[in-house]
């Protein structure tokens, strides 16, 4: 199932218990537009709530990016001063907090270039996965922009302040290879074989348990001191109500019969 949201270019889908965005502006290497960011956090939303979904996918459609960056020929308009510069910051920060924020794991499938605004996204993510022909890179210092402060903290929690600083000052662009080291990229698959691979990668995060799943990312994140975290309270109550879910029962029951779990998110 596929459904425009807020935008022709922020598309949102559903198959099964997997949930994706994918980010519909293949004419431009799937650049993102002021309003194609503005249109993120909505999408980010409708899955977050959907109880049947397990996990969030951000993917680029077709096979030659999955966000080349922002589209740079607005700008002129929309990020021309300080005064509009800092209303498209927010934006874009907004964008990167509610990918960051989902309480559902998210992932991001790269097929091709991940650039500037991209590779921020991509960051955003809980999860990022690329086919073999990957492209990353930070192009900030050839255009003379800042990027927003909370974008840059997810690239430091990833890739640590020394690998962060080369990327931002150097504006290198990275194969998967080398993103992969970097500790950017979970997994790398072969172009050939990669939606199958990166649909099995889903599926095994999709099945596991989704209580537990969310748990463990919020615990995660607030372990590394990511902004908006959960309180140390509330993580104690997401923990508890694993146990007394019944999620938890079937995994043990499960185990005792040598079976798959199912799981049902409660």
Known sequence: MTDIQNHNKIL????????????NNEA????????????????????????????IVITGAGSKAFVSGADIGEFDTVRKDT??????????????????????????????FCMGGGFGLAAACDLRLSNANGKFGIPAGKLGVGYPT???????????????????????????????KLGFLNAIFDDETFDEAAEDYCKTVATLAPMSAQYHKAAI?????????????????????????QDYAEGRNAFAEKRKPVFIGK
């Not at 949102?12 to 980010?23: F, L, N, T």
Request: with cysteine; glycine share 4%; aromatic share 6%.
């Open 28 to 55: 431009k290497r799937n650049a993102m537009s002021l309003d194609m960011w503005q249109a993120i956090p909505a999408a980010v939303k409708s899955l977050d709530d959907d109880f049947d979904i397990h996990v």
């Open 221 to 245: 994140n607030s372990a590394i001191g990511q902004s908006d975290s959960l309180s140390m309270n509330e993580l104690k109550s997401m923990a508890n109500a694993c146990f007394d879910s």
């Open 83 to 112: 005064a509009s510069a800092t209303r498209y910051d927010d934006i874009n920060s907004d964008c990167y907090r509610a990918v960051r924020n989902a309480n559902k794991p998210t992932i991001a499938l790269i097929k091709g």
């Open 150 to 180: 909370n974008a840059i903290a997810d690239i430091v929690n990833l890739v640590g302040s020394a690998n962060a600083k080369e990327l931002y000052l150097t504006a290198r662009v990275y194969g998967a290879q080398d993103a992969q």
């Open 12 to 23: 949102v889908e559903r198959s099964g218990p997997i949930g994706r965005i994918v980010i």
